[in-house]
């Protein structure tokens, strides 16, 4: 199985700065197909998890323009050119390329 | 609107069962992969199984795998995880969510639409 593993934990952020999160796949998520295999998601406080980025740098529908994706094989990064309030929330990694698919730990964003 | 509702849950006995269905409304359910998801409260996210959308491939964790079936009928969209044989460690917040595309070999990838979850005690 796929481990998925990230970092930092906690982010705390500053609006208006950027911020970068980190995701490690124990093996690659590049297919023979040239895609990354690779999704975010963010779970807002009380809601249910939303998807922001597939195939490693895919802005889902509706995701603002700040948020970008990028990596390949085994490193990924999400980053966020400028935080926001509404961005606070815990955001995850997923590894969509096997069965079972694998979330990373999380990544706690607050504002400080 | 494109939609996924939620019912089921409940507390369950350790050994016994729970039933959870996932209503999908604003999209042709039959041609799409279904999962559920499911998260610990206060902890992560952990993906449970999934299902094609012919219902024809079916995938499970190996936490679940021959205690947890996965099913839909297509003519209700609707799609289902019969919990059987439950132990405590399956207590968490279940999400039932949508595939956004077809991956071979998989129940699909890009978990577009979420249902609103639902809660699994499982305690004597």
């Known amino acids: 199985d796929i481990l998925m593993t990230q970092s930092p934990l906690s982010l705390p952020v500053t609006p208006g700065e950027p911020a970068s999160i980190s995701c490690k796949s124990s093996q690659s998520l590049l297919h023979d197909n040239g895609y990354n295999y690779l999704e975010w998601y963010v779970q807002r406080p009380g809601q249910s998890p939303q998807l922001l980025i597939f195939?490693?740098?895919n802005r889902a529908s509706g995701v603002p323009d700040r948020f970008s994706g990028s990596g390949s094989g085994t490193d990924f990064t999400l980053k966020i050119s400028r935080v926001e309030a509404e961005d606070v929330g815990i955001y995850f990694c997923?590894?969509?390329?096997?069965?079972?698919?694998?979330f990373g730990q999380g990544t706690k964003l607050e504002i400080k | 609107e494109v939609q996924l509702l939620q019912s089921g849950g409940g507390l369950g006995q350790p050994g016994g069962s729970l039933r959870l269905s996932c209503v999908a409304s604003g999209f042709i359910f039959k041609t799409y992969d279904m999962n559920w998801v499911r998260q610990i409260p206060g902890k992560g996210l952990e993906w449970v199984s999934g299902?094609?959308?012919?219902?024809?491939?079916?995938y499970y964790a190996a936490p679940v795998q021959g205690r947890f079936n996965i099913s839909r009928d297509n003519t209700k969209n609707t799609f289902f995880l019969q919990m059987n044989n439950l132990r405590a460690d399956d207590t968490a917040v279940y999400y039932c969510?949508?595939?956004?595309?077809?991956?071979?070999?998989?129940?699909?990838?890009?978990?577009?639409?979420w249902g609103q979850g639902a809660v699994v005690t499982v305690s004597s």
């Open positions: 997923m590894q969509a390329l096997q069965i079972p698919r694998a």
């Open positions: 299902i094609t959308g012919s219902g024809g491939g079916t």
């Open positions: 195939l490693g740098f």
């Open positions: 969510a949508k595939s956004k595309f077809h991956f071979s070999e998989t129940s699909g990838y890009a978990f577009d639409v």
